[in-house]
């Protein structure tokens, strides 16, 4: 087996069901699981490289569990993220709450991690506008109020998806010059990973 080095670390972050596991099996298998909801219990992890330019950039995503019930572990995993992915449920008003408080916990707790406020479930809305419950402007408002990148995306059709973590990528480059001078060191930097094909599962537990 050769080894995988991560060079960022990413963690998911949001209510339960909003859709983080899906974000992550779109982009990294280019699939939707159709079938029973299964709930994401304490976190699973996957490293999967980006090309960035001339470069390749390998993201270690870190797929938290929604459930409040979890609150406590996800925590443990955010620490030294140099991005998180808030996600939102688009036609779920209490999500966007939920996301808010993601928020204020990195900005209170992880000061170099940059955020993307993500809306998902677009599709739904496609089919029928009446669902959407979060205004795109308000999203949109909030995310330049804390200096975060906004997008709107859905795992179900792909919508946004590639663009989402490729932008993760792409920032985490143009910062790296700050990050090798050891302005923000994360827990993350340097860890080898035994690599199978493009990614590697370290973990990945779901609720039957
Ligand atoms: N229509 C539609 N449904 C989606 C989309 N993304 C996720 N879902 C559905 O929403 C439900 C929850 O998706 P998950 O990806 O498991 O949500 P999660 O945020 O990982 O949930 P936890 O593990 O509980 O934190 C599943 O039934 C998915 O099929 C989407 O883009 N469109």
Redesign the pocket.
Known sequence: MSAMRVDAKVVML??????????V?RYVHHR???GP????IGAAFVAKPIQVGEKVITLGIW?????ERYEAMSRIYYRGARAAIV?YDMTDTSSFQRARFWVKELQNCEEHCKIYLCG?????IQGDRSLRQIDHHDAQDFADEIGAVHVE????TGNNVDELFQRVAEDYNTSAFQYMTGDCPTEETGVDLDQKKDSYFYSCCHNN
Do not use: H, I, P
């Open positions: 949001g209510k339960e069901s909003v859709g983080k596991t899906s974000l099996e939707f699981l159709v909801y299964q709930n994401t797929d938290t569990a929604g459930s996600c998902t479930k677009s599709d739904l995306t859905s795992s179900k």
